[in-house]
């Protein structure tokens, strides 16, 4: 089952049991709410956590962009001593 149809499994749910009348029912609505709130909470921080990833991602690809550069440089840097000393 993907996610749309959960949602609208978790709506209708709520729909059906927001109309009765009978505390079990009630009881079970308050619970079909709570697990959509959960389930968009959970979906949210999932977001999050995979935007946080990407991020840093870039960043370690930007920091052994610039370890590599830097390395370069270092070759080049001395090189360029070692013909000054000799």
Not at 17 to 37: I, M, W, Y
């Amino acid at each position: 089952m993907d996610e749309t149809n959960l949602e609208d499994k978790l709506n209708e749910l709520v729909k059906e049991f927001g109309e009765a009348v009978d505390p079990q029912h009630r009881k079970l609505a308050s619970l079909a709410r709570e697990a959509q709130v959960n389930r968009q909470k959970l979906e949210k921080s999932i977001n999050t956590l995979q935007e946080s990833l990407d991020y840093l991602r870039v960043c370690i690809k930007y920091q052994l962009f610039d370890l590599e550069a830097t390395r370069r440089e270092n070759a080049y840097l001395r090189k360029l001593l070692e013909s000054d000393n000799g």
